[in-house]
């Protein structure tokens, strides 16, 4: 019975997003108890309080990018445009482009890419972060960026990772920067 909630959870979740979740499947198929644990990682990764979304979708999306460049980082776009983020927004920061992106994006951005390659920086934007935001969005930075990059580096895991991609946002196809040139 919860193998079949699962499955029907992840199904409706298929379709409300064109995502292929074939991974999520296997895993339930495989362990009903690794299905679980996967079902409440949103939970985590989709924690936001106090985050305003350009600083929270600059963090998110560095944290995916990390870890991917295709189906996961497409399914946070498409997330972001059905939230009201400004699809311009979303091209600035998948083109790294900071200027474009607006300070709080690029903030978010800056403190996710810190906090992941380990640099010393991560603390400077941590505490501005913290003061401009207040800690409750602090703590739903540090989520975004521990939580986002877990999909793709569990579908990679599992053998379910994809080549690159153009991301699509609205209209437009939008070549992925994942490293400043």
């Not at 936001?48 to 929270?56: G, V």
């Not at 920061?93 to 992106?101: Q, V």
């Not at 690029?106 to 935001?133: C, N, P, Q």
Request: with cysteine; proline share 3%; charged share 25%.
């Amino acid at each position: 019975m919860i193998r079949w909630l699962l499955h029907l959870g992840t199904r409706s979740m298929e379709r409300k997003t064109n995502y292929d979740a074939g991974y999520m499947h296997d895993v339930i198929d495989t362990s009903t108890s690794a299905g679980l644990k996967l079902a409440l990682l949103p939970m985590l990764s989709q924690h936001r309080e106090d985050a305003p979304k350009p600083l929270w979708f600059g963090a998110g999306l560095a944290s995916v990018l990390e870890g991917d460049c295709g189906p996961c980082v497409q399914l946070m776009v498409d997330q972001g445009v059905s939230e009201g983020v400004d699809p311009d927004l979303l091209r600035a920061i998948l083109a790294r482009d900071f200027d474009a992106m607006g300070e709080e994006a690029a903030l978010g951005f800056r403190f996710a890419e810190a906090v992941i390659a380990g640099d010393m920086d991560s603390e400077t934007y941590r505490i501005e972060i913290e003061h401009r935001f207040g800690k409750r969005a602090m703590i739903a930075l540090a989520y975004a960026t521990a939580f986002c990059r877990t999909y793709p580096v569990l579908k990679r895991g599992l053998g379910h990772g994809l080549a690159c991609q153009k991301i699509k946002v609205g209209d437009q196809l939008e070549t992925v920067i994942k490293k400043a040139a």
